[in-house]
């Protein structure tokens, strides 16, 4: 066990406190050690934001509390009161295999051969690579199932659904993905990319898991995924060998003739086969050993077989078997199905939903349900886990080059466009439910979406569903040309943002809102409000100093345009980040100005009726920065004045982060009996509310009140 004064722990300390920046607890513990480290190095310090940076504030720490008995134990009181995090549990599987699953012997002894190989070092990585639909993701999900007894703490699975540039995820949203599967809960993941990386490799340390990353697109998505952990196996699917990888690389090729023959008898059945085998022959050399081409052809084996060319498998293109299944199942389809199968395609929706293909196809929802229903049964769409469809990528490709060819490009267009309007209604809708008090959510749209908002859990949880959608119909808007519905939609995040983080997965968005923001309408209200929530995004993913330019940025539009609630948020949000900088005086300083431009707004002017809450808040951040700055009695008269504006009001959430605020003061000061009655307040008003990482901060608080006072 590490000596809780060693330069190691303390720099532990510091990385673990950093790392759970992702719940309000986090916040606030990372906001009591920079107040304490600057009390320790008796200056001003910031606060590190990577690994270099951390390891010389913690030898500052080190040597101070090696200097001084007294910082010593205020350290060590710090370091106790810290609400421990919640390990990860559950055990992971993989999704399920085929029933149908032929040959692919040679590839499977290889993998069992990777991963029996002993550790020695090395990380354990294979790569399986095939042309699209040659069935190299089946082959991992069927070996790692069939293999389940070797990884008792279970398997992982991650699709970075690598078919383009455009679509492909990068590793730090794929390293969210992956703890969660390891029972971290979202707000324990760390913010950073570098706190991700440390924190899974920390988890898998010690177990006997497999990893499978599918659809990889390149060597750089997959490296901070790698680790050495001796009971790690990470098996690797991709079209292509991804050079740069260091791994045991498995080509994955056509059927052979019999192998092929077997799947398609083992899916239709011998008496389907035995009366088609006139045209067998054939539909197997149309097939070309591809396993998706066989299942397609499998539901068609009565049929007789179109009139198209075929080619000798030596020269068939690699995804020629599936253009042509694809296309075989396309002549089968009735005129209203094929219609929707085609306008759909036109953007990589991440999802498909009954309501976009009912917009892009002008049908009835209801129709538009049953046609997707069929779509998946012929293999032309596959099932999402949450119960919506997706496209393969080189059936989408045969889909939008049939729309371009049988509806031509107007209507692809206006296809496109209804689409889009579609995400626009329900991404207002659901923002105005899921936060109808916030002057940052842009009104209703005319008409609104038929779907009932009211309930803001559930409204924030169809925004978060439909968030990949909307991000796509943010690109799409741009490619059109529609610069207000790309800065609607980007100020429709904004709930999403604030309650449910999710900030790595919406940060190309909110760039692209915010750029078409300043390149169309500058100085505007938009403006400003989208680059503040770009800078919240970049506070939360510990990007400080772009932070730092585009809250500056923020606030000198809101002043150009004269919104003077918008530009005192935006000063107070810089205020808040230098908080988060450990910058206490300046943040001070921040609301102050902030306060100053409040004084400018009159009684019957916008925004003065929120004005005595904005006020009250803005008086609890000053007592933060007092705090921080080690000025206690300043600090309680501020924080003193919001608690009583917030019990006034009854909000229960935000008297109990004041309270909070007030107890951490006392306990600076060593008073543990004046803050034990204010913990106590503080748990009892969050006893309705959910808020968990609160809650357990609180009572770390209070143990630490109780221990002293009975010491």
């Not at 539909?283 to 080619?311: D, E, F, I, K, N």
């Not at 538009?368 to 989408?396: N, S």
């Not at 935000?654 to 307040?681: G, I, S």
């Amino acid at each position: 066990m590490l000596d809780p004064m060693s330069l190691a722990a303390i720099t532990a300390v510091l990385g673990a406190v950093g790392s759970g920046m992702a719940n309000e607890a986090g916040k606030r513990a990372w906001e009591s050690a920079g107040g304490l480290v600057r009390r320790i190095a008796g200056r001003d310090v910031a606060a590190p934001t990577s690994g270099v940076e951390r390891e010389a504030v913690a030898r500052v720490v080190f040597e101070g509390v090696h200097r001084d008995p007294q910082l010593a134990l205020r350290w060590e009181a710090f370091t106790q009161g810290m609400p421990s995090t919640r390990g990860a549990s559950g055990r992971p599987q993989l999704p399920p295999s085929v029933r149908f699953f032929t040959d692919r012997r040679e590839a499977m002894k290889l993998l069992d051969e990777e991963a029996s190989r002993p550790a020695d070092g090395r990380p354990r990585v294979a790569l399986l690579h095939g042309a699209e639909a040659m069935g190299t993701s089946t082959l991992a999900v069927h070996w790692g199932n069939k293999e389940a007894q070797r990884y008792p703490d279970g398997q992982l699975y991650v699709d970075l659904h690598g078919g383009s540039s455009s679509t492909a995820l990068d590793a730090f949203s794929a390293l969210r993905r992956l703890l969660r599967q390891l029972g971290v809960p979202e707000e324990e993941i760390p913010p950073s990319a570098e706190g991700r990386i440390e924190h899974f490799r920390r988890l898998v340390s010690g177990r006997q898991l497999l990893v499978v990353v599918d659809h990889a697109h390149s060597a750089a998505q997959l490296r901070p995924l790698i680790t050495a952990a001796p009971g790690l196996f990470t098996l690797v699917v991709s079209r292509h060998p991804l050079p740069g990888l260091d791994a045991l690389r498995i080509p994955v090729g056509p059927l052979a003739d019999k192998d092929a023959r077997r799947l398609l008898t083992e899916i239709a059945g011998k008496p389907a086969v035995a009366a088609a085998r006139a045209v067998l022959p054939p539909l197997l050399a149309r097939c070309g050993g591809s396993p998706y081409a066989l299942r397609a052809a499998a539901l068609r084996l009565s049929q007789p077989l179109p009139a198209p060319h075929v080619r000798e498998e030596s020269a068939m293109h690699e995804d020629e078997p599936v253009r042509t299944a694809v296309e075989d199942a396309y002549r089968s389809l009735d005129a209203d199905v094929a219609r929707v199968y085609r306008l759909v395609s036109l953007r990589a929706w991440p999802a498909i939903t009954p309501a976009a293909a009912a917009h892009a196809a002008q049908a009835d929802e209801r129709d538009a349900a049953r046609i997707l229903a069929e779509l998946a049964d012929r293999q032309l769409l596959e099932h999402t886990d949450d119960g919506r469809f997706r496209y393969r990528p080189a059936v989408r490709r045969h889909a939008e080059q049939a729309a371009v060819r049988d509806d031509g490009i107007p209507a692809c267009a206006g296809a496109v466009s209804r689409v889009v309007d579609g995400y626009l209604s329900l991404a207002l809708s659901a923002a105005r439910g899921a936060l109808p008090e916030s002057w940052r959510v842009p009104p209703l749209p005319v008409p609104p979406d038929p779907r009932d908002y009211t309930d803001r859990g559930q409204a924030l949880s169809v925004l978060a569903a439909e968030s990949g959608n909307i991000v796509e119909a943010m690109r799409a808007a741009e490619e059109f040309g529609n610069h207000d519905t790309v800065m609607a939609l980007g100020q429709a995040l904004w709930p999403l943002q604030l309650k449910a983080g999710h900030h790595d997965e919406l940060l190309p968005a909110l760039r692209l809102a915010s750029s078409t923001a300043a390149a169309h309408q500058p100085g505007s209200r938009a403006a400003g409000a989208l680059k503040a929530q770009l800078a919240h995004t970049l506070t939360e993913l510990q990007r400080y100093e772009e932070a730092e330019a585009l809250a500056l940025a923020a606030a000198a539009d809101e002043r150009a345009a004269g919104h003077l609630r918008g530009h005192a948020s935006s000063v107070e949000f810089l205020g808040l980040l230098r908080l988060r900088q450990w910058r206490f005086a300046e943040a001070y300083a921040c609301f102050d100005e902030a306060g100053e431009i409040y004084d400018g707004i009159g009684p019957d002017d916008e925004g003065a009726a929120d004005l005595p809450r904005a006020r009250a808040l803005l008086e609890r951040h000053r007592g933060r920065a007092l705090r921080g700055m080690g000025r206690h009695q300043e600090a309680r008269e501020h924080l003193e004045g919001a608690l009583r504006f917030f019990r006034e009001r009854g909000e229960a959430y935000n008297t109990a982060r004041v309270l909070t605020d007030l107890a951490e003061t006392r306990l600076d000061a060593q008073d543990h009996a004046a803050a034990l009655p204010l913990v106590e307040e503080a748990i009892a008003k969050l006893a309705g509310e959910r808020a968990e990482y609160h809650l357990a901060y609180l009572r770390a608080m209070r143990e630490r009140c109780l221990s002293r006072s009975q010491g």
